[in-house]
C-alpha cells in the first residue's frame, strides 16, 4: 500500500513564512507544451530565516530568479526549495506542463477542444509551483497567448485590461482581479463557444456584464442559466444586502469536469450538465438544479471569495453556508416544503451513511490525508444543517445582523468557522459556545422522546434524552446544542395553538419541558422540519401518525408522519421476512394514501412524495446490520400493495394531472408532472394491458424529456416489454449528446433485471460512453453501485469486484472520481457476514497496489482499520 500519505491535523496549523502580495502569470497555451512564467512578488513573514517552500505537481521546471537572478534551489517531494532569499523580493518561475496528458482533470488541462482549469482544492500546484495553501491571498493578473483559430476565447478571473494580435497566428488577452484571492480560485479557459451575452444593474446603480459560454451549437440551451444566474444576484442583494463587486461575470460550461461547478472569482467554470438546458433535453429537476447550482456559485462571491477559509479544515465555513444560502434561495422562489423534504431525504440517507462509516468526521474535520476526500455530505449538507441551527435559534433578524457583521469584520480575510460563529454571537448577544460543538463532534444524535398527561393539572410533560453513538473517528461524544421544533394538536387534529408551537432549546443528556392549560394528551408534531439533523426515537402509535398526516398544517410535518409511518411497517415487515412471517401493509394506510391521492386541496408534489416510498439505500439507514434481500422484498411488497389497492385511484390521479398542452416550466405544471411520474411507476408495478397502454401513450406523446423519462422509469420499474423499444429508439436520437444520454446510462444502472451488470459490463464499449468523462463514471458506475443495491451487493460478489476493476483502472487516471465511486465499498461492517468477506476481500485487493492513489489510500486504510 502507499506509503508516502501523511495526515494534517487541524491544530498543527502555522501561519505561512511567507506571503505573496501579487503574482503575474504569463501563460503561453500548447496543447502538450504550456509554458507558464509566473512572476511573483514575495514577502517574509515574522522573525525566521527559513527557505522558502512551494508546491508543485507534474511540472517541467526551467528557471528560477530572485530579483533577475539565478537563484538557488532543489526540488525535490513534489516542493521547490529556494534558499537564501531576501526579505522581501521578486520571483520568476518558469514551468512547462502537458494539459492533454491530464487526465485527473485537476490543475490546467483540455476538456474536448478547450483549456480550462480546476484549481480546488490544490490544483493551482499542477500549474506553476506556488505557496499553494488558502490563506496566501494575492492580486493576480494573467495574461494568456495562444492560437487564435483555434482558442478564439481566453478568458481569466477579474477584469479584461488588454489584448492583442502576434504576427505567428496567435492572439493574447490580459486579465486584473483587483482583490486579493487565494490561488485556489483561479481560472483560466481558452476555446471556440457561443457566448450569451447580456447585463444586471445592481441596487447601488451598477451595470455588470454577464457572458456565458458554451460550447459551439447549444445557445438554444443557455438561457434558464442566464435567468437563474439574474435571479441569483437579485435575490442576494434583496435577502442577504450583497452586491457583486466586478464590471463582469463570467460562467463557461465544459463537458469534463469533477465536479459541479467552481466558483472562481469572477469567472465561474461549470459541468455542462448544470449549465445547458431547454425542455426537449432537459428534465424538471435539471431545470432545479441548473438555478440552484448557478445560485450556488454566485452566493460564493462573497462566502467563500471576498471571505475565504483559513487553511482546509474550514471548509465548511464557506461550503455548508453557502449550501444553506442556495438552499433558502431555492425556497424562497419555489416550495419551501418540498425543498425542505429533498434536503432531509440526503441528510438522512447518504449523509446519515457517511457519519456512520469509516470516514465518519465533524463538519470541521480534525485530520486530513487528500483534501479531496473531504467534499463530503458532511461538510457541505450537514455543513448546511448547522448554519440553519444557527438561523432557527437566533432568528431571520439577528442571523442577519451575524452576516452584516462577520462580512464588515472579515472581508478580505481567510479565516475559521470559530470567526462565523463569533460574529453571530457578537451581533445577537446569544451566547454560542455550546452550539460551537456542532464543528467538532461526527456523528448522528440520538434523541430519544417521552411524554406524559396530567390530566388533574392540565399539563403535558415532555421528557428528551440525547446521545451520539461513538464513530469511526471519535469515541466521547457530549451534549450539544439541539434546536427541536415541535407542535401540539388535539385528538382531533386541531391546531392548539402558538403557545405551544415552538422551539425547544435541548442543551443537556436528559432535559424536560412542560406544558400547561391542556384538557387532553395531545398529538405532538416533533423535529418539525427538521430542525436539526438528528435521528428521532419516540413512540408513535399509527393513529397519531395518521392524525399529523392528515391534519399538520406543516407540509413537511404531514410528509414526515407518512415516513414515520411507512418505515414502521417496513422494519415490522424485515423482521416477518426474516422470520418467514407473512407481510402486510395496513389498511389505514392505504386509505390514507387513496384520501391524500384524491385531496385537490394538497400541493401535487406534497402527494409524490407521500406517495414515494424510501430508496432501499434510505431504507438501510433504519437498521444497523443492513439485511440487502429483506430490504428489497419488503419495499418492492409494499409497492406493489399499494399499486394493487390504489390502482384506479392511480389511473384517475394520473388522467387529472396529465399535460393537456405543451411544455411550461411553472411549479403548477412541474408539480403535476411529478404527481404523474408517481402514478406511472405504481401501474406499471400493477403492469396489466391497460396500464402498460397508459404508459406507452404517455412514452409516445411526450413533448418533453420529464415526460419521456418518466414513462421509461415507470416501464424499468415494472420490467415491462416496451422498455426495450424506448430504450432503442432514445439512443439513436441522442447518442451524440452526453448530458442526456446520461439518463439512458442512469436507467440501465438501475435496472432490477438479473442480467444488470452484464449490461453495464457490456456498456463500457457503448459509443456514449467515456471513461475520462466523469459525468459518464457517475451516471453508469455510480449510479449502479449507489443506487441499485440489490444488484450491487449480490451474494456472489460479482458487483464488487466489478467496481473494484473499475477503481483500478481510474486510480492511475482520475483518482478524484474513484474515491468518490469507492464509497458503498467502505461500508462493508455493516452487511452480513458473507458480503462483509467478500467486500473485504476487494478493498485488501486494493491495498496491496503499491501506487495506490492518495484519495484511494486514505479511504482504503481507514475502511480497513475499522
Given amino acids: 500500500m502507499n506509503a508516502i500519505a501523511k495526515e494534517k491535523h487541524r491544530l498543527a496549523y502555522t501561519a505561512p513564512d511567507f506571503t505573496i502580495d501579487q503574482i503575474d502569470l504569463d501563460i503561453l497555451l500548447d496543447e502538450n507544451r504550456t509554458t507558464v512564467i509566473a512572476t511573483s512578488l514575495v514577502k517574509r513573514q515574522g522573525n525566521h530565516v527559513n527557505d522558502l517552500l512551494l508546491n508543485g505537481e507534474n511540472l517541467i521546471l526551467h528557471s528560477v530568479l530572485i530579483n533577475k537572478q539565478q537563484a538557488t534551489y532543489r526540488v525535490e517531494n513534489n516542493q521547490l526549495c529556494i534558499e537564501n532569499i531576501p526579505d522581501l523580493f521578486e520571483l520568476q518561475i518558469v514551468t512547462e506542463i502537458n494539459p492533454e496528458a491530464n487526465s485527473a482533470l485537476e490543475g490546467l488541462y483540455k476538456s474536448g477542444s478547450a483549456f480550462c482549469t480546476q484549481c480546488e482544492a490544490e490544483g493551482f500546484r499542477r500549474i506553476t509551483y506556488y505557496l499553494d495553501r488558502p490563506d496566501v491571498l494575492a492580486r493576480f493578473t494573467t495574461k494568456i497567448t495562444a492560437n487564435k483559430a483555434n482558442y478564439p476565447i481566453l478568458l481569466s478571473n477579474g477584469n479584461r485590461i488588454a489584448s492583442g494580435d502576434n504576427n505567428d497566428g496567435t492572439h493574447w488577452v490580459q486579465w486584473q482581479d483587483p482583490y486579493p484571492k487565494p490561488c485556489y480560485l483561479f481560472a483560466l479557459v481558452a476555446g471556440d463557444f457561443d457566448v450569451l451575452k447580456d447585463t444586471f444593474k445592481t441596487k447601488s446603480g451598477r451595470t455588470v456584464a454577464l457572458e456565458l459560454f458554451v460550447d459551439k451549437g447549444n445557445l438554444n440551451r443557455s438561457h434558464h442559466a442566464m435567468t437563474s444566474l439574474k435571479k441569483s444576484m437579485a435575490w442576494d442583494e434583496q435577502r442577504f444586502g450583497l452586491e457583486y463587486d466586478l464590471d463582469i461575470y463570467m460562467i463557461v460550461a465544459v463537458d469534463f469536469f469533477n465536479m459541479g461547478a467552481m466558483e472562481n472569482k469572477g469567472l465561474n467554470v461549470f459541468n455542462a450538465k448544470f449549465v445547458l438546458a431547454n425542455s426537449e433535453s432537459a428534465t424538471d429537476t435539471d431545470y432545479f438544479d ?6 450556488h456559485e454566485y452566493f460564493h462571491n462573497w462566502t467563500g471569495n471576498r471571505i475565504t477559509c483559513r487553511d482546509w479544515f474550514q471548509l ?12 433558502e434561495f431555492s425556497s424562497d422562489l419555489g416550495s419551501r416544503a418540498i425543498n425542505r423534504i429533498r434536503n432531509v431525504k440526503i441528510i438522512r440517507g447518504p449523509q ?4 456512520a462509516g469509516p470516514m465518519s468526521h465533524p463538519i470541521r474535520p480534525d485530520v486530513v490525508m487528500e483534501m479531496n476526500n473531504f467534499y463530503t455530505l458532511t461538510v457541505y449538507e450537514k455543513g448546511s444543517e448547522v448554519i440553519r441551527m444557527l438561523h432557527t435559534i437566533l432568528g431571520e433578524n439577528k442571523f442577519q445582523a451575524g452576516m452584516k457583521l462577520y462580512v464588515a469584520r472579515h472581508d478580505g480575510q481567510a479565516v475559521t468557522c470559530d470567526d462565523f460563529v463569533q460574529a453571530m454571537q457578537d451581533a445577537s448577544g446569544i ?7 456542532w464543528y467538532a463532534q461526527s456523528g448522528t444524535p440520538i434523541l430519544t422522546v417521552s411524554d406524559e398527561f396530567d390530566a388533574l393539572t392540565c399539563t403535558y410533560r415532555l421528557h428528551v434524552k440525547q446521545h451520539t453513538p461513538a464513530t469511526a473517528d471519535q469515541n466521547e461524544k457530549s451534549a450539544l446544542h439541539i434546536p427541536l421544533s415541535i407542535a401540539l394538536y388535539d385528538q382531533g387534529g386541531v391546531y392548539l395553538g402558538d403557545q405551544y408551537d415552538q422551539v425547544l432549546s435541548v442543551c443537556s443528556d436528559q432535559q424536560s419541558f412542560e406544558f400547561t392549560g391542556i384538557t387532553e394528551k395531545p398529538v405532538i408534531a416533533l423535529l418539525q422540519d427538521f430542525s436539526a439533523p438528528v435521528k428521532l426515537e419516540y413512540a408513535y402509535d399509527d393513529q397519531d401518525l395518521l392524525i399529523l398526516l392528515r391534519h399538520s ?3 413537511f410535518t404531514r410528509w414526515d408522519a407518512a415516513q414515520m409511518l411507512i418505515n414502521k411497517y417496513i422494519k415490522l415487515n424485515v423482521k416477518n421476512f426474516i422470520e418467514q412471517q407473512p407481510l402486510e401493509v395496513p389498511p389505514s394506510l392505504l386509505h390514507t394514501f387513496a384520501e391524500i391521492l384524491r385531496d385537490q386541496s394538497l400541493d401535487k408534489s406534497l402527494i409524490a412524495e407521500i406517495m414515494r416510498l424510501p430508496s432501499e439505500s434510505s431504507i438501510a439507514e433504519l437498521f444497523d446490520e443492513i439485511d440487502i434481500d429483506a430490504i428489497h422484498t419488503v419495499r418492492r411488497f409494499m409497492e406493489q400493495t399499494i399499486a394493487q389497492h390504489l390502482h384506479d385511484v392511480f389511473v384517475v390521479t394520473y388522467q387529472q394531472n396529465k399535460a393537456t398542452g ?11 408532472r411529478d404527481l404523474v411520474a408517481v402514478c406511472l411507476n405504481y401501474l406499471a408495478i400493477n403492469g396489466d394491458e391497460s396500464d402498460v ?3 406507452t401513450a404517455h412514452y409516445d406523446f411526450a413533448d418533453n424529456m420529464t415526460d419521456i423519462l418518466a414513462a421509461m422509469q415507470a416501464a424499468k420499474q415494472g420490467e415491462l416489454p416496451v422498455l426495450q423499444n424506448m430504450m432503442t429508439e432514445f439512443e439513436t436520437k441522442w447518442h451524440h449528446d452526453g448530458l442526456v444520454m446520461d439518463n439512458w446510462f442512469r436507467i440501465q444502472a438501475t435496472s432490477p433485471a438479473d442480467d444488470c451488470l452484464s449490461t453495464i459490463k457490456s456498456l463500457l464499449s457503448h459509443r456514449s460512453f467515456s471513461m475520462q468523462n466523469p459525468n459518464r463514471l457517475r451516471a453508469l458506475i455510480g449510479t449502479f453501485s449507489a443506487a441499485n443495491p440489490h444488484r450491487f451487493h449480490a451474494i456472489d460478489g460479482s458487483g464488487y469486484r466489478f467496481l473494484r476493476e473499475i477503481l483500478e483502472e481510474l486510480n492511475t487516471t482520475n483518482p478524484q472520481v474513484a474515491a468518490r465511486l469507492i464509497t458503498p465499498l467502505l461500508q462493508y461492517k455493516r452487511f452480513d457476514s458473507v458480503r462483509q468477506s467478500l467486500m473485504k476481500q476487494e478493498l485488501q485487493q486494493l491495498a496491496e497496489r503499491t501506487d ?5 489510500f486514505e479511504k482504503v486504510s481507514r475502511a480497513l482499520a475499522q
Fill in 852 to 856: 495506490l492513489s492518495n484519495d484511494l
Fill in 662 to 672: 405543451s411544455y411550461e416550466l411553472s411549479q403548477t405544471e412541474i408539480a403535476k
Fill in 553 to 555: 398544517r406543516s407540509a
Fill in 290 to 295: 441548473i438555478e440552484r447550482v448557478i445560485g
Fill in 316 to 327: 465548511s465555513l464557506k461550503e455548508g453556508l453557502t449550501v444553506f444560502r442556495d438552499q
Fill in 352 to 355: 446519515f451513511a457517511e457519519d
Fill in 693 to 695: 397502454s397508459i404508459i
Fill in 431 to 437: 451566547d454560542l459556545t455550546l452550539f460551537r460543538r
